[in-house]
């Protein structure tokens, strides 16, 4: 179980700082790849792009959508710390597909590889995400912790491309079902109905409905998995089908989307946050074929039913009620306006279309 701030030692701080440091960069970064660069993908290619409705965002929400070549997908896993070897049984991060120049160069769209130098895979490198950014044009999963070379240095590094997850999610159920104590030795011990409930569950618990198939599968099976560490992860998963950036931390579940403004909107939105238009608009807004965009985040907690109960006894499931309800919505900043910080915007249950 990974250790809240306080518990730390101050060289652990130290890593704590670097790496949140990190995820923060990443995340703006992938949000924009995710998100923005995919939606001008869809206008060049003359394609509409789905917005992502109301409904989809609320508890047990199910939604089949088609997944779109031109929506811009990925997995990233970010760790505070470095991997056990152990994991590898699930998480395939083998010196095959370690980022090193001898295995990028059989990525046959990936030219970088020919002027590719090692330190281009560190964190402090001038051209670290752009890097990240061409990888993902063409992979499907990267994974970035703690440098393993160096025992004593917070050094974090593109450390393997192409990882896999491979962790049933019988027995990623199986863990989160002890650990809420719904169970106490196996899934099955009261029965296979009662074992569908809990594998439906995991899904609920991660923000997704248990239909939901390939890479949204694969993250949050990854983020059970990781909570295994003694270290905080952060997973970030792009889907086409739910055109939603997914961000599974020790901070819960968020999902990350376009939605649109009316010019008509935008005087209310200024006014409830104090602000002038104009300034909306330059450091929050992106053009968007007549209308105006924005990248928003809806943050959830977790209920009663999805905690540990404190007195640690054991207690039936029941399937009716949520696992996650929304704590926060906020309107992200564009990634060229540092000095903004997010706003509050409540879209979610409101009644304006």
């Not at 508890?59 to 929506?71: A, G, L, T, V």
């Not at 295995?103 to 990240?132: C, D, M, T, W």
Request: net charge positive.
């Amino acid at each position: 179980m990974w250790k809240y701030r306080e518990h730390l030692s101050d060289y652990e701080k130290v890593r704590r700082s670097i790496y949140e440091m990190l995820r923060d960069a990443l995340e703006r970064r992938l949000m924009k790849i995710a998100l923005i660069d995919s939606f001008y993908k869809y206008q060049k290619n003359g394609a509409e792009y789905s917005f992502v409705e109301k409904s989809e965002l609320k508890p047990k929400s199910k939604k089949m959508e088609k997944e779109s070549e031109f929506f811009n997908t990925f997995l990233v896993i970010i760790c505070e710390g470095v991997l056990s070897t152990e994991l590898k049984n699930y998480i395939r991060f083998f010196p095959e597909n370690s980022v090193v120049k001898k295995n990028l160069q059989y990525l046959a769209e990936f030219l970088l590889y020919k002027r590719f130098h090692q330190n281009l895979r560190y964190v402090e490198s001038p051209g670290f995400l752009e890097f990240i950014e061409q990888l993902l044009d063409i992979d499907y999963g990267l994974l970035i912790q703690q440098d393993p070379t160096i025992k004593k240095k917070n050094r974090y590094a593109l450390t393997h491309f192409h990882v896999k997850i491979d962790w049933p999610i019988a027995d990623a159920s199986e863990d989160l079902a002890k650990w809420l104590r719904y169970i106490q030795n196996n899934l099955y011990e009261n029965g296979e109905k009662e074992a569908r409930i809990l594998q439906n569950k995991l899904f609920e618990y991660y923000g997704c409905h248990h239909s939901v198939g390939g890479r949204r599968t694969a993250g949050l099976i990854a983020a059970q998995l990781l909570r295994k560490l003694d270290s905080i992860s952060t997973v970030f998963v792009s889907s086409a089908e739910s055109r939603t950036m997914y961000r599974y931390s020790e901070r819960g579940v968020s999902k990350f989307f376009l939605i649109q403004f009316n010019e008509k909107q935008l005087p209310g939105l200024a006014k409830a946050q104090n602000i002038e238009v104009e300034y909306l608009q330059s450091n929050y807004l992106y053009e968007g074929n007549g209308s105006f965009l924005g990248i928003l985040e809806a943050s959830y907690s977790y209920t009663v039913h999805s905690k540990p109960p404190k007195d640690g006894k054991l207690r039936k499931i029941r399937p009716a009620y949520n696992w996650l309800t929304l704590r926060d919505e906020l309107l992200h900043p564009k990634l060229d306006a540092p000095h903004a910080t997010p706003i509050r915007c409540n879209w979610v249950y409101s009644s304006d279309e």
